[in-house]
Every structure is written in structure tokens, then in C-alpha cells.
């Protein structure tokens, strides 16, 4: 739930700002990654990476969200909306993570070791995870319940990227090419809940 906190309108612009520079940071990471990880799948024959780059798209989608709703004129509707189409977006994750485990599996694909994959995500943990907790902070002193979505849905990424990361470490290390679906099928259950607690969110919203 949001925290409503009383502040002049100049410190409510100032946290705004912050929000912005928040997501416009996400954005550019999530921009870059998407060729970065592409081009280690391709040497690595990962699924997993590749299916992590096409997970950036689900957050650049977030995080464009936010930037619609911040910069524009506040309003009961644009934030139900927002938060909506927020929720699209964890469900979205979830089925992303479903059908690349699915893939994965009936394919019978063995990634190669990946030391490129593993360097991006170790750095790409710490960054989305870093991001959420801005975002959250920022948007809980706001008020915002769409931003504080749209840290969940950075938290989301960056959980993602740890998993598929000890999937990787697991892989190049023991073998266990398994690992990073066990983990995968964790953040599916939060994905759907989340998305529900979003859409459950925009429903409240007179």
C-alpha cells in the first residue's frame, strides 16, 4: 500500500524527478541488455539468456508505463489504467518464464558455459535490484501506487536474473542444467501474484 506523506509541492517535484531518473535509468539498461545478452546466447546457445533478453522488453513496457503516468496530469483513470496495464506486465513475466521453461525442457537444450552471461548478470542483479529499492522508497513517499508497481516489476527482473545466473553458475560449475527452471518456476508463482495485487489495485482506484 502506498504511503501518503504531507509535503510542499516543490519536494513533490523534487521526488518525481528522482522517480523519472529511476525509470529512465531502467530503460537504459534494460536497452543495452538486449543486445548485450543476445549476442552471449548466441555463443552460448543459452535459452536462458536469450530468454532474459526478451524479458527486458516486459520492463522497458513497465517502466515506458511510468513515465506515461508521471509526466502526465494525475488523475483517478490514468492511474487505474496505469496499474492495469502494470499488471499485464507480471503476467506477461510469468508466461514468459512458463513458456522458456517449456521450451527448455521438451527441446532438451544444454546451454554451453557462458562466463560473458554470468559477468552481465552478476552486475545486472545488483542494478535491478538497487533500482527497485529506489523506486520503492520514491514511490512510497510520493504516494504513487504505480511506481511502487513498477519497482515490483524491477524487483521481479532482478530476482529472474539471479536465478537464471546461479542456473548458469550451476551449469558451467556441477552440470545441473536444471537449475535455472526450478528457480524460474519460483518467480512465476510471485509474477501472478503480483499481477493480480496490480489489477486488484486498479479495481480499488474509485
Known amino acids: 500500500?502506498?504511503?501518503?506523506?504531507l509535503f510542499s509541492p516543490g519536494r513533490r517535484d523534487v521526488l518525481t524527478r528522482r522517480g523519472l531518473r529511476l525509470v529512465y535509468a531502467t530503460l537504459g539498461w534494460n536497452l543495452t541488455e538486449i543486445g548485450f545478452l543476445g549476442f552471449a546466447a548466441v555463443q552460448a546457445r543459452s535459452v536462458a539468456?536469450?530468454?532474459?533478453?526478451?524479458?527486458s522488453f516486459i520492463e522497458i513496457f513497465a517502466s515506458v508505463v511510468v513515465v506515461w503516468q508521471l509526466k502526465?496530469?494525475?488523475?483517478?483513470?490514468?492511474?487505474r489504467r496505469a496499474l492495469r496495464l502494470i499488471g499485464l506486465a507480471?503476467?506477461?513475466?510469468?508466461?514468459?518464464?512458463?513458456?522458456?521453461?517449456a521450451v527448455t525442457l521438451v527441446a532438451g537444450i544444454r546451454p554451453d558455459a557462458s562466463?560473458?552471461?554470468?559477468?552481465?548478470?552478476?552486475?545486472?542483479?545488483?542494478?535491478?535490484?538497487?533500482?527497485?529499492?529506489?523506486?520503492?522508497?520514491?514511490?512510497?513517499?510520493?504516494?504513487n501506487p504505480v511506481l511502487i508497481s513498477e519497482a515490483k516489476v524491477t524487483f521481479v527482473d532482478g530476482c529472474l536474473a539471479?536465478?537464471?545466473?546461479?542456473?548458469?553458475?550451476?551449469?558451467?560449475?556441477?552440470?545441473?542444467?536444471?537449475a535455472d527452471i526450478a528457480a524460474g518456476f519460483i518467480l512465476v508463482a510471485y509474477g501472478?501474484?503480483?499481477g493480480v495485487l496490480a489489477f486488484g489495485g486498479s479495481a480499488d482506484t474509485p
Not at 502526465?72 to 492511474?79: D, H, T
Not at 539471479?162 to 536444471?178: K, M, P, Q, S, Y
Request: proline residues 1%; without cysteine; hydrophobic residues 55%.
Open 1 to 5: 500500500m502506498a504511503e501518503s506523506t
Open 49 to 55: 539468456l536469450a530468454g532474459f533478453a526478451i524479458d
Open 72 to 79: 502526465g496530469a494525475a488523475s483517478q483513470q490514468r492511474e
Open 90 to 101: 507480471f503476467f506477461g513475466l510469468a508466461i514468459y518464464i512458463i513458456v522458456q521453461s
Open 115 to 143: 562466463p560473458l552471461g554470468i559477468a552481465w548478470l552478476t552486475v545486472t542483479t545488483v542494478a535491478m535490484l538497487s533500482l527497485a529499492y529506489g523506486k520503492l522508497r520514491t514511490g512510497r513517499e510520493l504516494g
Open 162 to 178: 539471479a536465478g537464471i545466473l546461479a542456473g548458469l553458475i550451476l551449469n558451467a560449475t556441477l552440470g545441473w542444467w536444471w
Open 192 to 194: 501472478l501474484w503480483e
